[in-house]
């Protein structure tokens, strides 16, 4: 057997990214001497041969796995040592193992375990009788296992032997590391999970209704579906098989698995003695072993890779979410809706500073409508109001309609209103946070903070929530905890880092996702800052208890430090590579300050002048680049859709409208965006480009301004089916349609309760003039909410 020599892991990391080794080896030691990813990928490009930050977080990951692998085989060589098994095939073998599956394969026969059947029958002495039909079909079975008889070794006659020869075949059968992965490929590729509802189940199981007689191929099955069925199951609505073939495919006499089986050891029927014996025998490793085996396997394929999709969604979701468009520098009125204990509001001024807070009952049972208007417009007057904030949960609508009046009523105060999802404000509300960073205020209220600042800037805003409380992903509680919140720990990591921190107004959770900074740090540069004033430049940093050279190092260049005593400081350009800056000042004359923003003076300079032994060709390029537009916020204009005067609810909608609207979230099949009529649309995927779209992602994401055409509207259903493209047929049969989903994809209808997410009441608006805009949202809804809002709930 020819065993080829492992590859080292940065070798294999190198070609699973087609890049050299060199590249990932110096990427692995900066990441083991304490270095983040986000400085690694913007400050050490020479090092690293650019390497972006998507590529370094792959890195990061497979590193992660193959060490555990290797941790793993050491494991496994010294268990097999330690039982005098291994030989040098053996050693080979293992060290050559490429995954954790293959290695526990092989490490199966060797494997510790409880005494089994085939242990008693070696014991019995019965193991020569399995080896001699195995290699000579032409003995007669019970001829053979006559002379295996023996009452002092429990075998009672030949039967008794032939059970015990068939016992340790299975074994043998069963832990061939070659077979069991050809096995295992082969079922992945063309087997199947059938679903079916457990008796008496229907009514109470209803939401997995979709489910209750389903199959599909493994590969074919979305992990939505995957996470549902498993759910289903759990919940005891469901029985789950693993289906080896499609039935169709099935012919009498052995499958073709049992087949393989036979071919690996030789197993054929030939008409010999033992031929039929050992056919059963395969039959019987199949069945009782091999099967159960390789469906343990598979389902924990299946929900690793479920879980994958779900983490990658979740992560592009919130990625989505903390980049998306800033209203910026802007006093904002934030309005937390509610019926009975009303709607809280409040004011805060361009930096975030609450000026004013009230409470207004506009809506049932109170009634107090003109009243909650004209405070509105009084705390609008006094604060130069400029954004109305609205949370997205229940009384929404009642409250969207409120400040549409508003500004119906006082078109002097020129406000524009904004849609904000309020998911996980009810978190930071009673967090530890929002009482030290909000001190007296009634918790009530705080909500209505966290949503007027989520407006002005929804990275600052939202890093003090957990990711997994702000809800944009599906099936999270399925989900492994230590995978989701490592993704989305990395997430924020680098979109905080990609857009950079003012140190002088960030809070500490904020600070605490800048690179090389955690929370303790972080709470130490906000106490050295309230004590001592703003900070004046970088170096200042180095005042900060406990922020030592390296965790310098790896914050400074992503903390900025607006009007201080260096224009650099304003900037991306790291500390370090200030000298590089000295020199393209010296060559063009004038100072700092004249070079900074100079656009046609840094474009005169050529790269390779500036060149030297530290910094290369990439970082001088990226120090020119950042002159050009220092401290440019890498995240969209602030925009708003302009909904169109007269479509106000479902019913004002017409086949062949062309409308404008937001992508309010991003599904594997298609994309929901809201126009206006407090129903999201849906672009299935098949509606939104002429050429094929494998993920919707790739042409929208939560936020994005788009123009959509009506294709279809069901009233009753409540449901509006869109197309981004706008030369489209507006009106088909429904049944002819190719854009509406699946209905096992729309999504899980128990999500909302399982996050304790308020429900959103609907009610008919009134028809109002003026033009009526959205925000391209800071804060999309949660997926639940899409999918209620665009009648698939």
């Known amino acids: 057997m020819i065993v080829t020599t492992p590859m080292s892991i940065e070798g294999r990391i190198a070609e699973e990214l087609g890049v050299r080794e060199a590249q990932v080896r110096a990427a692995v030691d900066l990441l083991d001497g304490g270095s983040t990813v986000p400085f690694v990928a913007r400050y050490r490009k020479e090092a690293t041969g650019?390497?972006?930050?998507?590529?370094?977080r792959t890195l990061e990951e497979r590193l992660r796995y193959l060490r555990e692998l290797e941790e793993r085989r050491t494991a496994v060589l010294e268990s097999v040592r330690s039982q005098?098994?291994?030989?040098?095939?053996?050693?080979?073998?293992?060290?050559?193992?490429?995954?954790?599956?293959?290695?526990?394969?092989?490490?199966?026969?060797?494997?510790?375990?409880?005494?089994?059947?085939?242990q008693i029958a070696r014991e019995a002495g019965l193991e020569p009788l399995a080896e001699g039909l195995l290699a000579d079909p032409g003995v007669e079975p019970l001829a053979a296992a006559a002379a295996y008889v023996s009452a002092d070794k429990g075998v009672a006659d030949a039967a008794a032997a032939l059970e015990g020869a068939r016992a340790i075949l299975t074994e043998r059968f069963a832990e061939d590391a070659d077979l069991i992965g050809e096995l295992r490929e082969r079922m992945w590729g063309r087997g199947r999970l059938v679903a079916k509802v457990r008796d008496g189940k229907e009514e109470a199981g209803a939401k997995f209704a979709d489910y209750f007689d389903f199959a599909e191929p493994f590969t074919a099955l979305p992990s939505h579906r995957v996470l549902a069925m498993l759910r289903g199951e759990k919940e005891e609505v469901l029985d789950l098989t693993l289906d080896p073939e499609p039935a169709d495919e099935r012919t009498e006499g052995p499958g073709p698995y049992e087949q393989m089986i036979a071919r690996r050891f030789g197993i054929a029927d030939r008409g010999r003695p033992a031929d039929k014996w050992l056919g059963d025998t395969v039959r019987w490793a199949w069945r009782t072993r091999v099967l159960v085996?390789?469906?343990?396997?598979?389902?924990?394929?299946?929900?690793?890779?479920?879980?994958?999709?779900?983490?990658?969604?979740?992560?592009?979701?919130?990625?989505?979410?903390?980049?998306?468009?800033?209203?910026?520098?802007?006093?904002?009125?934030?309005?937390?809706?509610?019926?009975?204990?009303?709607?809280?509001?409040?004011?805060?001024?361009?930096?975030?500073?609450?000026?004013?807070?009230?409470?207004?009952?506009?809506?049932?049972?109170?009634?107090?409508?003109?009243?909650?208007?004209?405070?509105?417009?009084?705390?609008?007057?006094?604060?130069?109001?400029?954004?109305?904030?609205?949370?997205?949960?229940?009384?929404?609508?009642?409250?969207?309609?409120?400040?549409?009046?508003?500004?119906?009523?006082?078109?002097?105060?020129?406000?524009?209103?904004?849609?904000?999802?309020?998911?996980?404000?009810?978190?930071?509300?009673?967090?530890?946070?929002?009482?030290?960073?909000?001190?007296?205020?009634?918790v009530s209220l705080r909500g209505a903070v966290s949503i007027a600042r989520r407006l002005q800037d929804p990275l600052a805003e939202l890093v003090k929530i957990d990711p997994k409380s702000i809800g944009v992903g599906q099936y999270q509680h399925d989900l492994s905890e230590v995978k989701l919140s490592r993704s989305l720990d990395a997430v924020v990591e680098d979109c905080v880092n990609g857009v950079g921190v003012d140190v002088n107004t960030a809070s500490a959770p904020l600070l605490s996702r800048v690179s090389g900074i955690g929370s303790g740090l972080a709470e130490n540069i906000v106490a050295h800052r309230d004590a001592n004033g703003p900070f004046r430049s970088r170096r200042a940093l180095k005042d900060v208890p406990r922020l030592g050279p390296k965790a310098y190092e790896l914050c400074a260049g992503f903390l900025r430090i607006r009007g201080g005593d260096d224009p650099l400081d304003a900037s991306s350009v790291h500390p370090e590579a200030y000298p590089v800056v000295r020199k393209m000042v010296k060559a063009t004359g004038g100072d700092v300050a004249s070079l900074v923003g100079n656009t046609a003076v840094l474009r005169s300079l050529r790269p390779d002048d500036f060149v030297d032994d530290t910094f290369g060709l990439p970082t001088v390029s990226d120090i020119l680049r950042e002159l050009e537009k220092p401290g440019r916020d890498p995240r969209p204009a602030f925009r708003t859709a302009t909904f169109k005067?007269?479509?106000?609810?479902?019913?004002?909608?017409?086949?062949?409208?062309?409308?404008?609207?937001?992508?309010?979230?991003?599904?594997?099949?298609?994309?929901?965006?809201?126009?206006?009529?407090h129903q999201d649309g849906l672009v299935h995927v098949s509606a939104m480009s002429k050429t094929f779209v494998k993920d919707p992602r790739d042409v929208v994401k939560p936020g994005d301004i788009v123009r959509v055409k009506v294709l279809d509207v069901d009233i009753p259903r409540k449901r509006i089916s869109l197309t981004l493209r706008l030369d489209d047929e507006a009106t088909r049969e429904r049944g002819e349609?190719?854009?509406?989903?699946?209905?096992?994809?729309?999504?899980?209808?128990?999500?909302?309760?399982e996050r304790g997410e308020r429900s959103e009441r609907r009610?008919?608006?009134?028809?109002?003039?003026?033009?009526?805009?959205?925000?391209?949202?800071?804060?999309?809804?949660?997926?639940?909410?899409?999918?209620?809002?665009?009648g698939l709930l």
């Open 84 to 118: 005098g098994k291994l030989d040098a095939e053996l050693e080979a073998r293992i060290r050559a193992a490429d995954s954790k599956a293959r290695l526990e394969d092989i490490y199966l026969p060797f494997k510790p375990k409880r005494r089994t059947k085939a």
């Open 50 to 56: 650019a390497l972006d930050d998507a590529q370094l």
């Open 293 to 442: 085996h390789l469906g343990i396997d598979l389902r924990l394929r299946l929900r690793q890779a479920a879980e994958d999709e779900a983490v990658r969604v979740f992560a592009a979701n919130l990625r989505d979410l903390l980049l998306a468009a800033p209203a910026g520098t802007r006093a904002t009125m934030g309005l937390d809706p509610g019926f009975r204990t009303g709607v809280k509001v409040a004011v805060v001024d361009a930096t975030g500073k609450v000026a004013a807070t009230e409470t207004v009952y506009p809506h049932v049972p109170q009634n107090k409508w003109d009243a909650s208007l004209a405070t509105l417009a009084r705390l609008a007057r006094e604060h130069g109001v400029e954004l109305v904030a609205i949370g997205n949960g229940t009384a929404s609508r009642e409250t969207d309609k409120l400040a549409a009046d508003l500004i119906a009523r006082h078109p002097e105060l020129k406000l524009t209103k904004v849609m904000v999802s309020e998911a996980g404000a009810s978190v930071y509300s009673a967090s530890a946070f929002a009482s030290q960073e909000l001190p007296g205020l009634d």
């Open 763 to 790: 009610a008919p608006r009134q028809r109002r003039p003026e033009p009526r805009t959205a925000a391209a949202p800071p804060a999309s809804g949660a997926m639940a909410d899409a999918l209620r809002r665009a």
């Open 645 to 677: 005067e007269g479509v106000e609810k479902i019913g004002d909608l017409a086949a062949g409208m062309v409308l404008e609207g937001v992508v309010t979230n991003v599904a594997a099949f298609g994309a929901f965006v809201d126009i206006g009529v």
């Open 737 to 753: 349609r190719g854009e509406r989903p699946d209905r096992r994809d729309r999504g899980e209808r128990g999500e909302r309760a």
